[in-house]
């Protein structure tokens, strides 16, 4: 049984003759016939009756319409959707915490505008550990710190941060231009694979200082907590400090100012809604 016989079934029963239903989709009446004959085959009934004017559906014919109606129906609506982006389903996607805590939530929201069928799951992480997930398969794309070159991956640029050193407002009081104050705190981060992380660490570099610790906390709220009570330093966006009072924001010096937020995705293969982040993209630039 093939889908074409149940379209053929069904505009014949509609016609009510075989010779009408194959000029209707363009076929030979033969042709018609020889679909008829295998849906009979395969349903071992009979499903019209042959009479002088046309044909008339049997009892078996009767109830094979009405399902066939239901499948022809389900059939458009799923072209439907899948031809004019009523996209339906789910995604997940990966992100860090920062990205999560700041810009998701409107970001998520104007997709469920364009896409209101998607179902949207979110695991947060790292950086180098999204970056594998993706690989994996565990998850569909994921927000990370880029830009990245992976063999099967590619990435699109979505918003630049811009990176503030993260001090207790007592602390901010007592550094100076040297940064000396510095060379005696601990470094409050997220666990290994974190890119801020890893900015943070080469901004000490480059200043020769070498952390007392590293603090590895698993909530952008326990790192704003701890730096508040002048266990140590940090280094975040300034979308995600801007409005702390506990904590004071400090510029960075011109090599360490920004990060870009990159959408990451496998190679060649793009869910649809991939494209509504490509485009925000582009929006951020202009």
């Known amino acids: 049984m093939k889908f074409d016989d149940l379209r053929a079934f069904a505009e014949v029963a509609r016609l009510q003759n075989i010779s009408k239903a194959a000029t209707k989709l363009n076929y030979g009446q033969s042709n018609i016939t020889m679909k008829i004959k295998r849906l009979e085959a395969y349903f071992d009934t009979i499903l019209f009756h042959r009479t002088a004017q046309g044909v008339q559906l049997t009892a078996k014919g009767h109830?094979?319409?009405?399902?066939?109606?239901?499948?022809?129906?389900?059939?458009?609506?799923?072209?439907?959707?899948?031809?004019?982006?009523?996209?339906?389903?789910?995604?997940?996607?990966?992100?860090?915490?920062?990205?999560?805590?700041?810009?998701?939530?409107?970001?998520?929201?104007?997709?469920?505008?364009?896409y209101p069928h998607v179902s949207i799951h979110l695991k947060t992480g790292p950086t180098d550990e999204l970056i594998d997930r993706v690989l994996r398969y565990d998850i569909d794309a994921a927000f990370i710190a880029g830009p990245i070159k992976r063999s099967g991956l590619k990435s699109v640029p979505v918003f630049r941060e811009t990176m503030m050193l993260v001090t207790s407002n007592a602390l901010a009081?007592?550094?100076?231009?040297?940064?000396?104050?510095?060379?005696?705190?601990?470094?409050?981060?997220?666990?290994?694979?974190?890119?801020?992380?890893?900015h943070l660490e080469r901004f000490f570099?480059?200043?020769?200082?070498?952390?007392?610790?590293?603090?590895?906390?698993?909530?952008?709220?326990?790192?704003?907590?701890?730096?508040?009570?002048?266990m140590g330093v940090s280094m975040l966006p300034q979308s995600v400090v801007a409005h702390h009072p506990s904590v004071t924001s400090i510029p960075l010096p011109a090599p360490f100012q920004h990060i870009d937020t990159h959408f990451l995705y496998r190679e060649n293969e793009e869910h649809p809604t991939f494209s509504f982040f490509k485009h925000y993209s582009h929006k951020e630039d202009e």
């Not at 129906?73 to 992100?95: A, C, H, K, P, Y």
């Not at 952390?211 to 730096?227: F, H, N, T, Y």
């Open 205 to 230: 570099d480059s200043l020769q200082f070498i952390p007392q610790r590293k603090m590895e906390l698993g909530s952008l709220d326990a790192i704003l907590g701890c730096v508040a009570n002048n």
């Open 173 to 198: 009081k007592q550094l100076d231009a040297s940064y000396q104050q510095l060379d005696t705190q601990d470094i409050i981060t997220f666990r290994s694979g974190c890119a801020y992380r890893k």
């Open 63 to 114: 109830v094979l319409l009405e399902q066939t109606n239901r499948i022809l129906q389900l059939w458009e609506e799923t072209n439907t959707r899948l031809r004019d982006g009523d996209t339906v389903g789910s995604i997940t996607m990966g992100s860090m915490e920062t990205t999560a805590a700041v810009h998701l939530p409107t970001l998520f929201a104007h997709l469920k505008e364009t």
